[in-house]
């Protein structure tokens, strides 16, 4: 499945104000079932969003929001997946850390994971006492043992609850709609605030819309989106030589090859991360003027200047543009790696986490890169083209040696790689990319496999290789 985006043509005043108060007031509505959901121990109850419907309905519940019924019915169930979605999501973060716990046992590990397989099971263990287990048995030493460490993981990583922070969008059920053309245009009839009254937005292109679908507000275009959902034609899978990929900074890729694709990226990172960072520097000496005014007692200049001179307009406007530019190069890179290699499989790391960089300029342009939009891209174009990608183990790709496993910091100098060792020479991107794509099949090197742990495989692997050669020489810690 993929997400579709039709925009419609710029609306009138009328409709817009119309649209607008709609959206605001579903978000209201959307928030106060947030807050109740919120709650551990009734969350830990609603396995879906009838709970909470059905017995308002039973009493002629009216939305206080002056929502038609279907939309506050949809508003609910919108913010009862809400937070199922959020505590999929901290399960999701937390399986690789029961997998790496060596000192659990089977069991335990099995009771942690049938835990974290229902939201409404992690609620109950935060709310009061644990869901009881019935399927199979552990003791109750082990299971406290669990039960203390995931309340303990989840108290440090949940965040804050989910709220509405800003009234943007409302969804749209199939009976909420209308899609008809009229003299060559498309038109899509939405529910309002009033009983047998839709507005028309007019819309651009002309495909098909079906099923659920979401309205976004464009404040700054004085329109709106329709998202829909729609299936991806499933193509023959790709039969070519697995292939492995190191995200850069001057380009989007290098394979173990040393092809490099999207070789512009890298100059268009650059020029936008110093432009918006001039911007900002500006934007913030503008800040303490005003606020020095504001503490002086002029007023009205700190508000002159707030809004005229510290909008959000056009500062939206360019990094959008700069997001549109980096997604299509690294669109156009991906399209390159599926035509001219053709893999079965695409062997990346993990390209949604980003790890510290040695200079404030290298870290504001790897910060502006928004490493899960690559992340995005590169899973979607991927499927889409025939290919599966694995994500593996990145620890210390671009420091070990190839060709006899040594591991030194000192082995890569910028772009250059050079062995300390046996003085294999190559571009350190290749030689990160090859180290990911053997890690595809390593046995020992897992994706959750600790860093140290890695540096131990790599270490007794170098040893072996001194000792097949013959070399007496020993090696430092």
């Not at 507000?217 to 034609?233: A, C, M, N, P």
């Not at 990094?319 to 079965?344: D, G, W, Y």
């Not at 003085?423 to 794509?437: E, I, Q, Y």
């Not at 020992?444 to 170098?462: D, N, Y």
Request: with cysteine; glycine share 6%.
């Amino acid at each position: 499945m993929r997400t579709i985006r039709r925009i419609s043509r710029a609306l009138n005043r009328g409709k817009w104000e119309a649209l607008v108060k709609l959206v605001r007031r579903y978000a209201a509505e959307k928030d106060a079932h947030l807050l109740a959901f919120g709650q551990d121990t009734y969350f830990a109850v609603c396995e879906s969003d009838r709970l909470r419907r059905d017995d308002p309905l039973r009493e002629g519940y009216n939305s206080l929001n002056g929502l038609q019924g279907r939309m506050w019915k949809l508003a609910l169930k919108d913010a009862h997946e809400t937070v199922s979605k959020k505590w999929s999501a901290l399960a999701c973060e937390l399986r690789p850390r029961i997998a790496q716990r060596s000192d659990w046992s089977q069991l335990q590990k099995r009771y942690a994971y049938w835990l974290l397989k229902s939201p409404q099971r992690l609620a109950q263990l935060m709310a009061s006492k644990a869901p009881l287990l019935t399927h199979f048995e552990i003791s109750f030493t082990e299971r406290k043992k669990v039960q203390s460490y995931l309340r303990r993981v989840i108290r440090l990583n949940r965040g804050r609850s989910p709220r509405v922070r800003s009234a943007r969008s409302a969804a749209f059920d199939a009976n909420m709609y209308e899609v008809f053309e009229e003299e060559g245009a498309q038109y899509i009839k939405v529910m309002s605030l009033h009983p047998r009254e839709r507005v028309v937005i007019p819309l651009t292109g002309n495909t098909s819309i079906s099923g659920n679908i979401r309205l976004v507000l464009d404040w700054e275009g004085q329109r709106v989106e329709i998202h829909y959902t729609s299936e991806v034609k499933a193509i023959p899978s790709l039969t070519g030589e697995p292939c492995g990929l190191d995200a850069g900074v001057s380009e989007v890729f290098t394979d173990e090859g040393g092809n490099r694709y999207g070789e512009g990226f890298g100059e268009v990172l650059s020029e936008a991360s110093e432009r918006l960072t001039v911007v900002g520097r500006k934007r913030n000496r503008l800040h303490q003027i005003a606020k020095k005014a504001e503490e002086q007692g002029d007023k009205a200049k700190a508000k002159r200047i707030r809004k005229f001179n510290l909008g959000w307009k056009k500062l939206r406007a360019t990094r959008r543009k700069v997001r549109c530019e980096l997604e299509r190069q690294i669109n156009a890179a991906m399209n390159e790696v599926l035509r001219q290699r053709q893999p079965s499989v695409i062997a990346t790391e993990r390209l949604d986490i980003r790890g510290k960089a040695k200079s404030k300029r290298l870290s504001r342009t790897v910060s502006l890169w928004t490493r899960h939009i690559l992340k995005e891209r590169v899973d979607f174009k991927a499927s889409a083209g025939g290919s599966r990608r694995e994500q593996v183990n990145p620890a210390y790709s671009s420091q070990t040696c190839p060709a006899c496993w040594y591991v030194h910091k000192d082995n890569r100098r910028g772009d250059a790689f050079q062995c300390l060792n046996c003085g294999h020479a190559d571009f350190s991107d290749r030689v990160a990319a090859t180290n990911l794509k053997a890690r595809l099949s390593d046995p020992e090197i897992r994706l959750w496999t600790p860093k140290e742990g890695v540096g131990a495989i790599l270490h007794m692997r170098f040893k072996a290789c001194l000792e097949s050669w013959g070399d007496p020489a020993t090696v430092s810690g």
